[in-house]
Each structure stands twice: as C-alpha cells, then as structure tokens.
C-alpha cells in the first residue's frame, strides 16, 4: 500500500504506516523520505513559498486503480521535532504522515471548521501517538 523512497538515513517503521494508511484508505501511496534541501525546493515550485518545511502532499487525480497521491516528508524536521517535543523519530514520522494523509484525503485544516483537527486527534489516539501535533496545529 506504501511505496517508500527514503532517500536519507532516518530509520522507518513502515508497518506503523501501513496501518495508519489501511485504517483510512485502500489506495496505494507514494512516500518519500528527504532532506531540508529537496523539500524546500517542492515547496518553493509548487507552492511558491521559498523554505522548507515539515510534509507536503500531492493528490492525484482520481483515477480508477490510481494511487492516492505523494506524501514528502523531511527527515530533518523529524530529527529536530522529536528531540524538541522529546518523542521518538517514529513518533514524529508518523504524526506528520497523518497529516499528510489527511490532506491527500481532500481535508485542509486553513479552510474547514477543525474537521481535519479532529480526524487527525482520533487517529492519534487509536494509534497511541504523542498529542503533540493536535497542540502545535490548533490556532
């Protein structure tokens, strides 16, 4: 269900994010593990924000059989969020896969009323993960 490119050494519990990804969908997902560099330069052509930053999502077009959509994430900000927080690297992983996979679902937390939030608090409890993504995105 996960097709995994990780490109640096941080170290995946892919069967975590398996689960996560089957409790919310049965279409396949592309999830690339990078660096700060790589994740900026995404960030700077597709959304015009030039820095980088902690997961981005790239729905596809829905399409019978077509994967769901890209999900990049940065290992650096993993590394320094866990150390920060005080939670495990696999932790942060899979917070921010969550999120991810949330806005490849169509959820976008800037313009609904906390639905995203909210799945996003349900997931994390069902799969015993710290809080701290809830506390950092709310506001």
Do not use: W
Not at 5 to 13: M, R
Not at 46 to 58: A, G, M, P, W, Y
Not at 91 to 104: Q, S
Not at 106 to 135: C, Q, W, Y
């Amino acid at each position: 269900m996960i097709d995994l490119d990780n490109k640096t050494s941080l170290e995946i519990n892919i069967d975590v994010l398996e689960a996560i990804a089957e409790s919310i969908t049965d279409r396949e997902i592309e999830l690339i593990i990078t660096d700060n560099e790589e994740i900026k330069e995404l960030n700077r052509v597709h959304r015009n924000i030039d820095k980088d930053t902690d997961v981005l999502s790239f729905p596809y077009e829905s399409m019978p059989m077509c994967p769901l959509g890209s999900i990049v994430i940065s290992s650096s900000h993993v590394e320094d969020k866990a150390k920060e927080l005080n939670h495990k690297e696999s932790d942060e992983l899979a917070l921010l896969f969550i999120h991810g996979l949330l806005h490849l679902l169509g959820f976008d937390h800037e313009v609904d009323d906390g639905e995203m939030r909210e799945k996003e608090a349900k997931l994390i409890t069902e799969f015993n993960l710290p809080k701290s993504l809830i506390i950092r995105t709310q506001g």
